[in-house]
């Protein structure tokens, strides 16, 4: 005999011992009443004596009824599934009406051909059919967990520079991107550096300035001095256009002028001192002082090509002190949190001259106005380098504000946490190892993850397995990353993760969910020329997801995998229907 068979006729059982139970006290109820009509009424004793013997003679045939009833009601429980005693039993409950009704519910016809459903039942129930077959158990260490931030995509965002919050953007919640501007903050230090690198600006531009003309001083001045070792004319040499030599020019030919003055008259003294026609004193005069034009020549000459090296040399370094101090500035405004651009965009800053004044481009028209010049004067717009201390927070990179603490007004430092931004797209799982799984959890492995929540199920890799055991749990943490681009891993929310640690091949295995328990009994539906029949099975070893059969199912056979619970309701409740108007 079917189960279902087995189910019907228990149910049956229970339904007619109910029926007997409720006849037997209603006859009793009869008894009571007519025992108190004797009472009341002492002149027809004789008669109630015999009414109430006829009475209590029928109550003991009612109990002997009702003994029999029993009787029949333990058959019918303990009724063996090969006999058919129990269709006698059932004629013999009521009288020929009910006798019809319920020859016209074939019992046995709808246990053997099992639960049919049509093809639209099929689809609502969820049905799906798998073949009996071989599989792998996971023998799985289980692990619970908690999904936090990824610490490696965390930014808590300082401001570069202390100043007051003028503008705020952003509020807790929101998701940035990076470069976006998120606050905007004045800043007496920045201000301090900006008008420094004003300055180291302006010095470089006017060293721009003079070391091309000591470069061309020098060059002039080098000119001169090869021009001078020919020796030429006085006249010449006042006709020559080398360029400007500064003071050094003067220098050079008032210096070769004396010079060329007291050769002459050197050599003319000499000549005469030849002829004895001068003094021995004239031509020492003369000789003296041609020594010492020529001294002071010489003198001058070297003297001013050292001047003009040296000149240039201090120029040259003193550019270079200025680019160096400019780069100096530019860095530090880098610190302080301007970009490339901004410290590039920087220049000197705008004057309230007469350059800025500019008239309006109409005539006052105003017939009240007495005085148009005054306000026809409009000062220009001022820059936004007027405000050199104010700079712009951006967003360091793609994410979410988790964190806020900036409000309008507020004095922040380079130590305050203003924002804190996370990248969730993805995050960390952090499961808890104990000691006695410590041995069998290692980087690499593979861990299958469900959310305690919402059951969302994913898959990642053991990336870490601290190397200790913290001292107040007793246990490690194995940490798993995950891609979480859309979204469905919640920071803050808990999950178990599941780690095979071994697998063994078993002859017939099959899903949790297509086994069943009906009255104490494991089944599991299986199809037979259409229809779905329960099945008994023995189970033996499982896992998470499937289980394995030991005896009822043979490889092959076509069971129900996915719907199984569907059919047990519906076997339950159409077995309770069936029987409610029988009136066993």
């Known amino acids: 005999m079917t189960l279902v068979r087995y189910i019907t006729r228990k149910r049956a059982g229970v339904l007619l011992t109910l029926s007997l139970m409720l006849l037997w006290g209603f006859g009793r109820t009869i008894g009571a009443e007519e025992g108190a009509a004797d009472a009341c009424c002492p002149a027809d004793h004789s008669d109630g004596a015999d009414a109430g013997a006829e009475g209590h003679e029928h109550g003991h045939d009612d109990h002997d009824n009702e003994s029999d009833d029993h009787t029949d009601e333990e058959d019918h429980v303990g009724h063996d599934h090969a006999g058919h005693a129990d269709e006698d039993r059932h004629a013999a409950h009521g009288d020929d009406a009910g006798e019809d009704e319920h020859a016209g519910h074939d019992h046995s016809s709808h246990e053997e051909e099992g639960l049919r459903l049509t093809a639209e039942q099929r689809e609502r129930f969820g049905i799906v059919m798998a073949a009996a077959e071989g599989g792998d158990l996971r023998?799985?260490?289980?692990?619970?967990?908690?999904?936090?931030?990824?610490?490696?995509?965390?930014?808590?965002?300082?401001?570069?520079?202390?100043?007051?919050?003028?503008?705020?953007?952003?509020?807790?919640?929101?998701?940035?991107?990076?470069?976006?501007?998120?606050?905007?903050?004045?800043?007496?230090?920045?201000a301090a550096a900006t008008l420094d690198y004003f300055a180291a600006v302006t010095e470089v531009g006017?060293?721009?300035?003079?070391?091309?003309?000591?470069?061309?001083?020098?060059?002039?001045?080098?000119?001169?001095?090869?021009?001078?070792?020919?020796?030429?004319?006085?006249?010449?040499?006042?006709?020559?256009?080398?360029?400007?030599?500064?003071?050094?020019?003067?220098?050079l030919i008032s210096s070769y002028s004396e010079y060329v003055l007291a050769k002459k008259a050197y050599e003319?003294?000499?000549?005469?001192?030849?002829?004895?026609?001068?003094?021995?004193?004239?031509?020492?005069?003369?000789?003296?002082?041609?020594?010492?034009?020529?001294?002071?020549?010489?003198?001058?000459?070297?003297?001013v090509a050292y001047d003009v090296r040296q000149t240039l040399l201090e120029v040259t370094r003193d550019r270079q002190l200025a680019e160096f101090k400019e780069e100096t500035e530019r860095q530090r405004l880098l610190l302080l949190g301007l970009s490339e651009a901004e410290v590039a965009g920087l220049g000197p800053l705008p004057q309230a001259t007469a350059d800025t004044l500019k008239p309006p481009a109409h005539e006052c028209t105003d017939p009240n106005c007495t005085n148009c010049a005054k306000h026809e004067a409009v000062v220009a717009p001022p820059s936004s380098r007027s405000t050199p201390g104010w700079y712009e927070v951006k967003a360091p990179c793609d994410g979410v504000i988790i964190q806020k603490h900036l409000s309008l007004g507020e004095h922040v430092d380079n130590e305050t946490d203003i924002f804190t931004i996370v990248d969730t797209e993805s995050v960390w799982v952090n499961l808890t190892v104990y000691a006695k799984d410590l041995a069998a959890i290692r980087k690499g492995q593979s861990v299958m993850l469900r959310a305690d929540h919402d059951g969302a199920e994913g898959h990642?890799?053991?990336?870490?397995?601290?190397?200790?055991?913290?001292?107040?749990?007793?246990?490690?943490?194995?940490?798993?990353?995950?891609?979480?681009?859309?979204?469905?891993?919640?920071?803050?929310?808990?999950?178990?993760?599941?780690?095979?640690?071994?697998?063994?091949?078993?002859?017939?295995?099959?899903?949790?969910?297509?086994?069943?328990?009906?009255?104490?009994?494991?089944?599991?539906?299986?199809?037979?020329?259409?229809?779905?029949?329960?099945?008994?099975?023995?189970?033996?070893?499982a896992d998470r997801t499937h289980v394995e059969v030991v005896t009822g199912l043979k490889p092959g056979t076509r069971y129900v995998a996915e719907g199984a619970y569907q059919l047990k309701a519906t076997v339950i409740t159409s077995n309770l229907g069936s029987h409610a108007g029988h009136g066993h």
């Open 139 to 190: 023998q799985e260490i289980r692990l619970s967990g908690e999904i936090v931030f990824n610490e490696d995509r965390l930014v808590h965002l300082v401001p570069r520079a202390s100043g007051i919050a003028m503008e705020i953007f952003k509020t807790l919640g929101d998701h940035v991107r990076i470069g976006e501007t998120m606050a905007r903050i004045d800043s007496a230090e920045l």
């Open 206 to 251: 006017c060293c721009q300035f003079e070391l091309p003309r000591a470069q061309s001083i020098n060059d002039n001045v080098l000119t001169m001095l090869k021009l001078l070792k020919t020796s030429p004319s006085v006249e010449a040499l006042g006709d020559s256009n080398v360029g400007e030599m500064g003071d050094n020019g003067s220098r």
């Open 268 to 303: 003319r003294e000499r000549s005469l001192m030849a002829k004895k026609i001068t003094s021995e004193g004239e031509f020492l005069a003369a000789e003296s002082a041609y020594e010492k034009a020529q001294a002071s020549y010489y003198g001058t000459r070297d003297s």
């Open 460 to 541: 990642g890799t053991i990336a870490m397995v601290t190397p200790f055991v913290m001292e107040s749990t007793r246990s490690a943490t194995a940490r798993v990353e995950l891609d979480n681009r859309d979204g469905k891993w919640v920071p803050g929310t808990f999950v178990t993760g599941f780690i095979t640690s071994s697998e063994v091949n078993l002859p017939v295995v099959v899903s949790r969910q297509a086994v069943q328990n009906i009255e104490s009994r494991t089944i599991v539906f299986v199809e037979h020329e259409g229809a779905f029949e329960a099945t008994p099975v023995t189970l033996g070893r």
